[in-house]
């Protein structure tokens, strides 16, 4: 992971952390006053942010449900988060019981909670790994959490894509995923829409340039590029309000959601 320059770095409570500011806009309480002035920044420019973070995690959880309910029972999580219940084992679980998860971010932060609070959890390992090298996240999901790719797997990468940047190769990394996944498999994607509203585009850009929290938002043609070679289930890439049930109002900052089978 040393090669790549753009990494969180140790727990810095007067720094504002990605992992940290996302759990702040869920409502969770794993956050710091230098998250919460970033995410309350946030809000200024866009007051829906806490929706589209809810719409977000329903769309993840539903997804899980889905994969769960089609007989899946490995589940690669990556960029998972500090862990808010429900937990995606836990979704996961509750229909297949059986079901594991390699739940995968590359920040310190992240890994430390998530290594309080699951450890001991059954179905679930925590593993510090980074999505822009796929190989080495691939071998560990197998030799960590015991994910044999001979069968199916979803692959969760649900609010991650959109912090690699182009010349971070987000493109051949996914497709190494595709790749690895046998027929039957789902990769499971959200990620941040150009067509969001431009004051956020600009203020989180600006913010943000040259650290972790960076955000590239892509069109839809570049985010229905990751799934290549997929058969999209409906209602297909769309915004995650789209993905929920209910009539819910599109927000300020949009998110793309879609889910990807490979036959
Ligand atoms: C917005 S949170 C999403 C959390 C979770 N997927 C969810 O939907 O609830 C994004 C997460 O991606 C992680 N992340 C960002 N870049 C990453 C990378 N290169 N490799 C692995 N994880 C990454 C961050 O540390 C953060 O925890």
New binding site residues.
Partial sequence: MAE?KR??VGVDPFRP???R??NYM?GGKDNYDADRDYGDRMLEVAPDTKIT?WH??Q??LKSVRLAAEAGIRQFV??????P?SPNVHEVAREIEPTAIVAS????P??HAHSNALLTGAPGVTPIL????EPDK?LELAHTEAGIDFAQPVAF?????LH??MDD?SPYEAVARFREAMAPGSLLII?HASVNTHPFFMNATTSNAAGT?SQPNFRTPEQVREFFDGLEMLPPGLVPANEWLEGELKPTRLVVLCGIGRKN
């Fill in positions: 790549n990494v969180p952390n990605p992992a500011v996302y869920l973070a977000s995690r769309f993840l999580d990556i960029g998972a988060g500090i808010i995968i971010d590359y920040d932060v992240v790994a980074d999505i822009r996240l969760l990468i649900v609010g991650v912090f690699v971070e959200q972790p």
